[in-house]
């Protein structure tokens, strides 16, 4: 779990921004997601708070940023990592297991997970400007990056499937 919190913290430092907007991107997910795959909701919760640290250290000098991004994004991987975790259980009792399953439940996770910590995000920032959040803001915010996050997903689920199969 510390090796995977190390390389996600690594990748962190490698953040690069989306054009247009204050968001961005960095291929730690790859492994944040890999960590939810083997070792749970917990340990991919405190990766993801790390990383999202690190690149809000690199990134951002308000202290607003670096407190709320890290928590926030925390808090997403938490509850929609702890969801997928039921969700794969639940299809495992119905036996229901097989890799594309798998690879399906990670991409349509990693997109649940990107739309909540957006969601969240840009819902701190409208309370900053005396405004109430919209659901609205969010398709603006997906574009190529929420892309960008299911092929993090496709791409941990794979190495999840290769390590359950080969070791």
């Not at 921004?17 to 083997?38: N, P, T």
Request: a positive charge; one cysteine or more.
């Amino acid at each position: 779990v510390l090796g995977g919190m190390a390389v996600a913290m690594v990748a962190g430092f490698c953040r690069d921004r989306v054009g247009r907007s204050k968001s961005s991107f960095a291929a730690g997910e790859v492994f944040i997601f890999l960590l939810l795959l083997l070792h749970g909701p917990a340990a991919a919760t405190l990766a993801a708070g790390c990383e999202t640290l690190v690149g809000a250290l690199r990134t951002s000098k308000r202290w607003s940023s670096r407190i709320a991004s890290p928590t926030l994004s925390a808090l997403a991987m938490f509850c929609s990592g702890t969801l997928l975790h039921t969700m794969l259980q639940s299809l495992q009792n119905r036996g229901l297991t097989n890799a594309g399953l798998t690879v399906v439940a990670m991409m349509l996770f990693s997109l649940l997970y990107f739309s909540a910590n957006s969601l969240l995000v840009g819902t701190i920032l409208r309370l900053k400007r005396d405004e109430w959040p919209q659901l609205a803001d969010l398709p603006g915010m997906f574009g190529w990056v929420g892309i960008a996050f299911a092929a993090s997903g496709a791409v941990a689920t794979l190495l999840f499937i290769t390590y359950q199969q080969a070791g």
